[in-house]
């Protein structure tokens, strides 16, 4: 932490990153946590740690619930070891077989910049196509970045409800929960299904929320009645 801060020596942030390492691998959650910082400002060694992290996280859980995914996550695990470039052509040569767990790693990558720059476009591509293949994960991210006001997110669970089948639950289940982006998105899906009466139920509970999208489509409908 020292040569993290600068605490009576120059900031050193990678000589920071092996003292953490190694404190977090003893177990110290505090350095687990640095460790995460230094990987989004692409520290050399912060950056490979996390990614052997997620890889064996992902990798325990394909193994223990027998999902099928145990070889593309070994393979995963392998090419965190050779390094962030050849992880990354091997998440994206996963993820183009269908490995939806891929998919998802490669937006949180491109998402939170580790490893690559920075990239929201690609990062919303890759999560969208991870929800359309069931991944829970991706889907609540998109959730999430929709509640912050990302357009783009928004277009995506559009998408997502009118050619996932799966999704529809999901949606309506947050909606009637009182998520006003799932009560939005819920009334479009609807509308786009010629159910008017029970899109302009959810557009209704969205508006009370504050959407001015869904008042703006809840109006529409009214007076077009």
């Known amino acids: 932490k020292i040569y993290y801060i600068g605490q009576g020596v120059e900031i050193d942030k990678e000589s920071s990153t092996?003292?953490?390492?190694?404190?977090?691998?003893?177990?110290?959650?505090?350095?687990?946590?640095?460790?995460?910082?230094?990987?989004?400002e692409s520290i050399p060694g912060a950056v490979e740690w996390c990614l052997m992290e997620k890889a064996k996280e992902q990798y325990s859980e394909a193994e223990r619930y027998r999902r099928g995914d145990n070889?593309?996550?070994?393979?995963?695990?392998?090419?965190?070891?050779?390094?962030?470039?050849?992880?990354?052509?091997?998440l994206k040569e996963l993820a183009n077989n269908g490995n939806?767990?891929?998919?998802?790693?490669?937006?949180?990558?491109?998402?939170?910049?580790?490893?690559?720059?920075?990239?929201?476009?690609?990062a919303m591509r890759w999560y969208g196509s991870a929800a359309k293949h069931g991944n829970a994960e991706a889907f609540n991210i998109?959730?999430?970045?929709?509640?912050?006001?990302?357009?783009?997110?928004?277009e995506i669970l559009k998408n997502l409800a009118r050619k996932v089948p799966s999704v529809d639950q999901p949606l309506r289940i947050l909606a009637d929960q009182g998520n006003v982006i799932a009560q939005y998105v819920y009334g479009w899906l609807l509308e786009s299904l010629n159910r008017n009466e029970d899109a302009k139920k959810y557009y209704f509970k969205a508006m009370l929320l504050g959407h001015s999208d869904a008042k703006e489509a809840y109006r529409r409908l009214k007076y077009n009645e």
């Open 18 to 40: 092996k003292y953490f390492i190694k404190a977090a691998e003893s177990g110290c959650l505090d350095s687990k946590g640095y460790l995460h910082e230094l990987a989004k």
């Open 71 to 90: 070889r593309a996550f070994l393979l995963y695990l392998k090419s965190a070891r050779a390094g962030y470039a050849e992880a990354i052509n091997r």
């Open 100 to 122: 939806h767990k891929a998919k998802f790693e490669l937006g949180e990558m491109y998402h939170n910049g580790i490893g690559v720059n920075r990239n929201e476009g690609e």
């Open 142 to 154: 998109i959730m999430q970045l929709a509640e912050n006001g990302c357009n783009e997110a928004i």
